[in-house]
T-cell receptor, first 113, second 114 residues
Framework: KNQVEQSPQSLIILEGKNCTLQ??????????LRWYKQDTGRGPVSLTI?????NTKSNGRYTATLDADTKQSSLHITASQLSDSASYIC????????????FGDGTTLTVKP | NAGVTQTPKFQVLKTGQSMTLQCAQD?????MSWYRQDPGMGLRLIHY???????DQGEVPNGYNVSRSTTEDFPLRLLSAAPSQTSVYFC?????????????FGPGTRLTVT
């Protein structure tokens, strides 16, 4: 069964600190991996999208990495802000079915002052 | 562009009632999908459509119907609401035809069934 596993389930950090979220997947054949940010009560918003040939992609203070050989991805947040408090969701798509993605359960990040 | 819009934002139903959750997108995306998100859990796919006139079941389709008469609209119907359908429902549209599949989500409909 295609799966996407995220860790940790939740994380609390102080404002200004860095953190790294993990995503392991077994989805195959791989098409792309996306990281989303979901604020409480809102729909997910795309942060980064990576295909097989990409191993790093940045979006401001967010940097995602992908190791397609080990089927692992990470999302690194630099100099965290209170507004980074949200759920971060890893999503992987199969090459054989463009839009039928597999979602992780998310990591809930809380940034405290 | 408005992106993906959903109505209503909130809804309370009694067990056995039926209703339709509306979803519309103005990006001319062929692929649209419905998800439900229960507290502390990830999004689960209910139904999806690869284009007008074509729909298919996702991971948790029971109790829901969909239709896709136009590219823009993808309504989700609850036939006979049950408390187990209390959840937040998200509609999404996907840009396909490229190597990446950018997925755009609506703001969600929070449904409570009593």
């Amino acid at each position: 069964k295609n799966q996407v596993e995220q860790s940790p389930q939740s994380l609390i950090i102080l404002e200004g600190k860095n953190c790294t979220l993990q995503c392991n997947y077994t989805v195959s054949p791989f098409s792309n991996l996306r990281w989303y940010k979901q604020d409480t009560g809102r729909g997910p918003v795309s942060l980064t999208i990576m295909t097989f040939s990409e191993n790093t992609k940045s979006n401001g203070r967010y940097t995602a990495t992908l190791d397609a050989d080990t089927k692992q991805s990470s999302l690194h947040i630099t100099a965290s802000q209170l507004s980074d408090s949200a759920s971060y969701i890893c999503v992987v798509s199969k090459r054989t079915n463009a839009g039928k993605s597999t979602f992780g359960d998310g990591t809930t990040l809380t940034v405290k002052p | 562009n408005a992106g993906v819009t959903q109505t209503p934002k909130f809804q309370v139903l009694k067990t056995g009632q039926s209703m339709t959750l509306q979803c519309a997108q103005d990006m001319n995306h062929e692929y649209m999908s419905w998800y439900r998100q229960d507290p502390g859990m990830g999004l689960r796919l209910i139904h999806y459509s690869v284009g007008a006139g074509i729909t298919d079941q996702g991971e948790v389709p029971n109790g829901y119907n969909v239709s896709r008469s136009t590219t823009e609209d993808f309504p989700l119907r609850l036939l006979s609401a049950a408390p187990s359908q209390t959840s937040v429902y998200f509609c999404a549209s996907t840009l396909t035809g490229t190597s990446v599949h950018e997925q755009y989500f609506g703001p969600g409909t929070r449904l409570t069934v009593t």
